[in-house]
């Protein structure tokens, strides 16, 4: 890096951990219980300071916590959802009272930006608002069948079920799970990522102040053994999971092996078409939104952007040009954070410099060279980087940099662009910058995507819309957020009766 910034950060971090000092515990039953398993550190992204550690769940913790867990169920089944929502709307209330202190700890351990953290619990609170709304729908649809027979739909909770979360989202992500698990009566764990488990805590010391009784709610930490113990426990019905395609295959397989329902969200290349008549000013703005927001850590980040026109088309450079001026003004820790960890920053840097030492990318902004906040030298920090003319296939055009780097490639024609979408594995966001409607609807019925954003970078759907990908973007059926969220954490019961006792049968019951 060639200079610092002079001005103080917008956030206030967390102080760093006294030597030895273990702060990230289990919550189980109303209690925090301190780790049997091995020692796991949280280094704030911002300048590489400790500050969190804490011992792993060993499998007899699991087991203590399921105990609970599952005691809590014989309760907490029974309690009407009017009730059961009761309790989530203090916590609503709860996520707001604190938001600024919740934002401050969000950007300390996974490296956002104040307003990217209140932005991604506002999103958290959404989720829970659509879950405090299932108390005011009836999901039984009753019906007469036949005479005096009726059929209707029941919904029960599946018991104790897990949620499996990434960094990328510390509150986001594990709220797109807990509210509407927790609404439809089952017990939840939840495993954070071991790189950002400080939230965690604060969000289970929220639900406890809003009420939730003991055990209804279980925090439980550590990394790949504590994944695999919850994946292969007969005793959890359900597990939902968020994070790399890799580990959400390898998720999917385990929760099946052990007759689990399993939705495992995975990894994402997304890609932005941007066509000749797009609107310069709003589709730079939405391509530099898309690809630096977070530091380009979300799923839905733009990765790919398919620049359709002749070489050197006027409209289309000036759009590139527009965004690439855009992108060069961002100053890190106030436009944008810090990637979350050295071996991160080490493997985009490394990918960087394997494109332009093969020639499959030339470098359009080099964010190696941005300033970093002074006295965040040991930050992990990459400013936004745009390769141009990437080779369709290579490296930067196929696999998931997590990161805030663009890949331009040029194709002449929408046909060219989305032949290259479609062949990536992936399948969770795609985007097209148009001002004509029959490309756009071409894009949306074409596109291997879950979440198509027409003239968006960042297509998230708004509640009640769910949010899901397909192709290795998930694994298992649904979505995870919306009814379909319902669907997921609830058995679907079919209840035929008759209670009319004199009335002839005149079906096969
Ligand atoms: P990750 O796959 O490394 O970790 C996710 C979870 O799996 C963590 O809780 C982690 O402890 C656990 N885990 C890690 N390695 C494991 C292993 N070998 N065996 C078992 N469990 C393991 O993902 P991450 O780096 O924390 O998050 C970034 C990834 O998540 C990206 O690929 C991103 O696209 C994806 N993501 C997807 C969505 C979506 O909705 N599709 C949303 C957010 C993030």
Same mark, same amino acid.
């Not at 219980?33 to 949280?42: A, E, L, N, S």
């Not at 390769?387 to 780097?405: I, K, M, N, R, Y």
């Given at each position: 890096?060639?200079?610092?910034?002079?001005?103080?950060?917008?956030?206030?971090?967390?102080?760093?951990?006294?030597?030895? #000092?273990?702060?990230? +515990?289990?919550?189980?039953?109303?209690?925090?219980?301190?780790?049997?398993?091995?020692?796991?550190?949280?280094?704030?992204?911002?300048?590489?300071?400790?500050?969190?550690?804490?011992?792993?769940?060993?499998?007899?913790?699991?087991?203590?916590?399921?105990?609970?867990?599952?005691?809590?169920?014989?309760?907490?089944?029974? @309690?009407?959802?009017?009730?059961?929502?009761?309790?989530?709307?203090?916590?609503?209330?709860?996520?707001?009272?604190?938001?600024?202190?919740?934002?401050?700890?969000?950007?300390?351990?996974?490296?956002?930006?104040?307003?990217?953290?209140?932005?991604?619990?506002?999103?958290?609170?959404?989720?829970? #608002?659509?879950?405090?709304?299932?108390?005011?729908?009836?999901?039984?649809?009753?019906? #007469?069948?036949?005479?005096?027979?009726?059929?209707?739909?029941?919904?029960?909770?599946?018991?104790?079920?897990?949620?499996?979360?990434?960094?990328?989202?510390?509150?986001?992500?594990?709220?797109?799970?807990?509210?509407?698990?927790?609404?439809?009566?089952?017990?939840?764990?939840?495993?954070?990522? #071991?790189?950002?488990?400080?939230?965690?805590?604060?969000?289970?010391?929220?639900?406890?102040?809003?009420?939730?009784?003991?055990?209804?709610?279980? @925090?439980?930490?550590?990394?790949?053994?504590?994944?695999?113990?919850?994946?292969?426990?007969?005793?959890?019905?359900?597990?939902?999971?968020?994070?790399?395609?890799?580990?959400?295959?390898?998720?999917?397989?385990?929760?099946?092996?052990?007759?689990?329902?399993?939705?495992?969200?995975?990894?994402?290349?997304?890609?932005?078409?941007?066509?000749?008549?797009?609107?310069?000013?709003?589709?730079?703005?939405?391509?530099?939104?898309?690809?630096?927001?977070?530091?380009?850590?979300?799923?839905?980040?733009?990765?790919?952007?398919?620049?359709?026109?002749?070489?050197?088309?006027?409209?289309?450079?000036?759009?590139?040009?527009?965004?690439?001026?855009?992108?060069?003004?961002?100053?890190?820790?106030?436009?944008?954070?810090?990637?979350?960890?050295?071996?991160?920053?080490?493997?985009?840097?490394?990918?960087?410099?394997?494109?332009?030492?093969?020639?499959?990318?030339?470098?359009?902004?080099?964010?190696?060279?941005?300033?970093?906040?002074?006295?965040?030298?040991?930050?992990?920090?990459?400013?936004?980087?745009?390769?141009?003319?990437?080779?369709?296939?290579?490296?930067?055009?196929?696999?998931?940099?997590?990161?805030?780097?663009?890949?331009?490639?040029?194709?002449?024609?929408?046909?060219?662009?989305?032949?290259?979408?479609?062949?990536?594995?992936?399948? +969770?966001?795609?985007? @097209?910058?148009?001002?004509?409607?029959?490309?756009?609807?071409?894009?949306?019925?074409?596109?291997?995507?879950?979440?198509?954003?027409?003239?968006?970078? @960042?297509?998230?759907?708004?509640?009640?819309?769910?949010?899901?990908?397909?192709?290795?973007?998930?694994?298992?059926?649904?979505?995870?957020?919306?009814?379909?969220?319902?669907?997921?954490?609830?058995?679907?019961?079919?209840?035929?009766?008759?209670?009319?006792?004199?009335?002839?049968? +005149?079906?096969?019951?």
């Amino acid at each position: 890096m060639s200079e610092s910034l002079s001005q103080s950060l917008p956030i206030e971090l967390q102080p760093p951990l006294k030597k030895g #000092e273990l702060n990230v +515990n289990h919550w189980i039953g109303d209690t925090w219980v301190k780790g049997d398993g091995p020692v796991f550190q949280v280094h704030s992204p911002y300048n590489g300071s400790l500050i969190g550690a804490g011992a792993a769940a060993s499998s007899a913790l699991v087991e203590q916590a399921l105990t609970v867990a599952e005691k809590a169920f014989e309760h907490w089944r029974w @309690v009407p959802i009017k009730e059961r929502s009761a309790v989530l709307f203090q916590f609503r209330q709860l996520l707001l009272r604190d938001i600024d202190g919740l934002s401050n700890l969000i950007c300390s351990e996974s490296g956002k930006i104040f307003s990217e953290a209140r932005a991604e619990i506002l999103k958290g609170i959404e989720v829970t #608002e659509f879950a405090l709304s299932l108390q005011n729908s009836d999901q039984t649809q009753k019906l #007469e069948v036949s005479r005096g027979v009726s059929c209707e739909f029941r919904r029960e909770p599946l018991g104790v079920v897990a949620a499996i979360t990434p960094f990328n989202f510390p509150a986001m992500v594990p709220m797109w799970m807990i509210p509407i698990a927790l609404v439809a009566g089952n017990c939840l764990v939840w495993k954070p990522s #071991e790189k950002v488990p400080l939230t965690a805590l604060k969000i289970a010391e929220l639900l406890k102040q809003a009420g939730l009784p003991s055990g209804v709610f279980t @925090v439980l930490h550590g990394a790949k053994d504590l994944v695999e113990a919850l994946c292969l426990n007969k005793r959890i019905q359900a597990i939902g999971f968020v994070g790399s395609s890799a580990i959400a295959d390898k998720v999917y397989q385990m929760g099946a092996a052990t007759h689990k329902r399993v939705l495992a969200l995975g990894g994402a290349k997304n890609h932005l078409i941007v066509m000749p008549d797009a609107e310069p000013q709003m589709t730079a703005q939405g391509i530099v939104d898309s690809f630096t927001g977070c530091a380009g850590q979300r799923c839905m980040a733009a990765s790919v952007l398919l620049a359709v026109g002749e070489q050197g088309n006027s409209a289309i450079e000036s759009t590139l040009t527009l965004a690439t001026e855009k992108a060069s003004k961002m100053r890190l820790g106030f436009d944008m954070g810090a990637l979350i960890s050295s071996q991160s920053l080490f493997k985009i840097r490394g990918a960087l410099e394997r494109a332009l030492a093969s020639g499959s990318g030339s470098l359009r902004l080099d964010g190696r060279e941005t300033p970093v906040p002074q006295g965040c030298e040991a930050g992990f920090w990459l400013g936004p980087t745009i390769l141009d003319q990437v080779v369709a296939g290579s490296e930067a055009a196929c696999d998931e940099l997590f990161g805030p780097v663009l890949s331009i490639i040029r194709v002449p024609s929408l046909s060219e662009a989305l032949t290259i979408q479609k062949s990536n594995p992936y399948g +969770n966001a795609a985007s @097209v910058f148009t001002q004509s409607a029959a490309i756009a609807d071409r894009v949306m019925k074409e596109a291997h995507a879950g979440m198509i954003g027409v003239n968006i970078g @960042v297509p998230v759907p708004r509640e009640p819309f769910s949010f899901g990908g397909i192709g290795l973007s998930r694994f298992g059926h649904g979505d995870i957020t919306g009814m379909q969220g319902l669907e997921f954490w609830t058995q679907l019961k079919k209840v035929t009766s008759k209670w009319v006792m004199q009335s002839d049968q +005149n079906w096969m019951s």
